[in-house]
Structures are given as C-alpha cells and as structure tokens.
C-alpha cells in the first residue's frame, strides 16, 4: 500500500491523534478543544504538539521516499519572486494577508543561520528564509485578499492593536524541544509548549508553564473577535514552527543527465539516493538539536539555552499586513518586549 502523498501549502490536517473534527467545530474558539480535553494541563498539550510533528515527519518521510514520489513541490510565486526576468516585467505577488507573528530571539536567529547552512550544504538551491524575515504565525486573520481588504479590517482592529500586539508582556508562553519538519516543498523549526522542564536562558523574563503557546493563540482569536474582526485562518493545528526554507527547483534532488547537469522538468528524474540524503541530514540536524539545545527532563536545567523561546521576548507581537508569504510585508504595530 503507498503512503499517504506529501503536504502541500494547503494541507494542515491535525496529526495529533487528539482532537476530531467534529470536537474542534462544536467550540467556537477552535483553540479551546485542545484546552478542553486536556484541563489546561501543558502536560497533555506538550503531548499533542509533540504527537502531531511526529507522525507529520513520519508520513512525509514515507512520501518523499516512495517509489512513486514524483517530484518537490515548488512555489510558483516564489519561483516568479527569484527570476530576475519576471521580476524586471513586473510580476508582484497581490496576496495579500492580516496576521500577528511571534519574532523569535536573536538566540533563534543564531540558531536558525546554522540549521540553515548545514541543509545548503546537501542542498546549494535551498531558498532560505532570510533571518530577518523569520516568523511565526501566531494568527492568522486572512489570507491571499486584496489591499482594501486588508485595510477594512485594519479600521475596525486598530483601536484594540495596542492591547493586542503588547498582549505577551503579560502573557508569557514559553516554547522548547526545537526540531525540523519537513515535506516536499519546505522545510520547517518547530517547537512544542514548554511543561515544566528546567530553563536554562539567563533573562529576567519570569514564565509560568501553566500558560501555554495553545492559551495564547486561543486568548488572540477571543480578542480579535471580541471587537468583530472576523478570523478566517487556513489552520488551527497544534504547532509552533517558523519556515526557514523552500524548495525553487528540483535540480539538488535529481539524476544528472549525460550532459553533467541535474535534469528539470518537464524530463526530469528525482534520485532517490539524493532524497535520502537529504532526508538523513534533517535527521542528523534533529539529533543534534536534541543533543545540544533540549532541556533535560525534570527542573534541573539541561541543554544550551539558544533552543528556548519565550514569546514576546525582545520583541511583542507584530501586527503585519500585505503579502506575507515569505516574510515581507509590512508592519502595523510592533509589540512591547520584555
């Protein structure tokens, strides 16, 4: 039986093994199912943050390295952005979007530079998040709409950003256990909801692990519906994770042809041992960052501290708008750190 084929943009299907659908539309936050069936404990949450990563890894694994795998998803748009001939007639991307992004810490941008060159080092084409451009999406409000669009919104969430984007002063949710998803258009950092393990980062930023990273999501979608913003997210699944690269072509994952270059599509063949390869050097990045920057079990403390997030630190919540896609846009308001 072949598995299941791989992720695209636009498939978040919840692999935690916690929640139905059905649980999740009978709330009218989609947050709180998961609150709900755990009794606010970050144990159970902890879990299903950690569950649905897994199996992702695990089904996307699978995929990529089927017989049948045909080829890497590549983002047209994204293709487009990184042609100079389309971009000197004119091509833009118009998808424009309305969302508040966690910016992590200069500790994971240091982190993430790393990660970064050691997946370029199997894979020279890699589009690479710049780390300026880092992101996590914390929530989305809409996507892929016109500017209007984004600016009717904006008249009626202004009045309340500033309560909005400063919300982590207050509200601090601390994330730990980094580690790389995958599938075949992207690659991704994860984190899950810290519950109760050591921290090992020297900052006067106090945390309670009763406050989870699901809270703070659930707790942003009350406030923005509390003054008739209406949310029309693409996913609600239980992750935290930032994208720090993209596929643009398939030339780091294909057969070379006679001429000594890889092949391209339309005729091109993807190599199995390069997929491998390249499946087996994410595995050895989460090995290392297992190793190095997870905490030890228990209150003890463990790993190095550039693993460790807490949300809002440095920078608050940033209100963004416009095309978003991969890290530009603008911001409306950027939150108060701590």
């Given amino acids: ?96 979007c309305l969302v508040f992004w966690a910016r992590p ?72 256990k980094p580690m790389l998803g995958f599938d075949g258009s992207a690659v991704a950092l994860s984190w899950v909801p810290a519950a109760g393990e050591g921290s090992t980062v020297p900052s006067t930023a106090t945390h309670d692990d009763g406050y989870t990273y699901h809270h703070l999501r659930r707790d942003l979608y009350d406030l923005c519906r509390a003054v008739g913003v209406p949310i029309a997210s693409r996913y609600t699944v239980p992750s935290a994770h930032c994208t720090i690269a993209r596929f643009i072509t398939q030339d780091d994952h294909s057969e070379v042809n006679s001429s000594g270059s890889a092949s391209v599509s339309p005729g091109h063949q993807l190599s199995p041992q390069k997929m491998r390869t390249w499946i087996e050097t994410i595995e050895m990045v989460n090995d290392w960052l297992r190793r190095e920057f997870w905490p030890a079990e228990g209150k003890g403390g463990g790993g190095k501290g550039e693993g460790e997030w807490i949300v809002g630190e440095e920078q608050g919540l940033d209100c963004r708008r416009g095309p978003l896609w991969y890290g530009g846009g603008e911001t409306v308001r950027l939150g108060q750190g701590f």
Avoid at 1 to 14: G, L, Q
Avoid at 29 to 46: E, F, G, K, R, V
Avoid at 116 to 139: E, G, Y
């Fill in 105 to 176: 810490t200069q500790r994971i941008r240091n982190l993430v530079g790393d990660i970064q060159q050691k997946l370029r080092s199997v894979a020279p084409n890699l589009w690479l998040m710049p780390l300026t451009h880092l992101h996590m999406t914390t929530l989305e409000i809409t996507h892929s709409r016109t500017a209007p669009d984004i600016t009717a919104l904006l008249t009626t969430l202004t009045p309340s950003l500033s309560r909005i984007t400063d919300y982590t002063v207050t509200h601090r949710a601390r994330l730990v």
């Fill in 1 to 96: 039986m072949s598995p299941p084929p791989p992720s695209n943009p636009t498939d978040f299907a919840d692999l935690s093994g916690t929640l139905s659908s059905a649980s999740q539309s009978a709330t009218a936050n989609p947050y709180d199912a998961l609150l709900q069936a755990s009794n606010n404990d970050p144990h159970p949450i902890q879990r299903a943050y950690t569950t649905h990563r897994v199996n992702r890894n695990a089904q996307q694994r699978a995929a990529l390295l089927d017989s049948d795998f045909p080829a890497l998803t590549l983002d047209p748009t994204l293709c487009a952005l990184n042609d100079p001939d389309k971009v000197k007639a004119g091509f833009r991307d118009e998808r424009h």
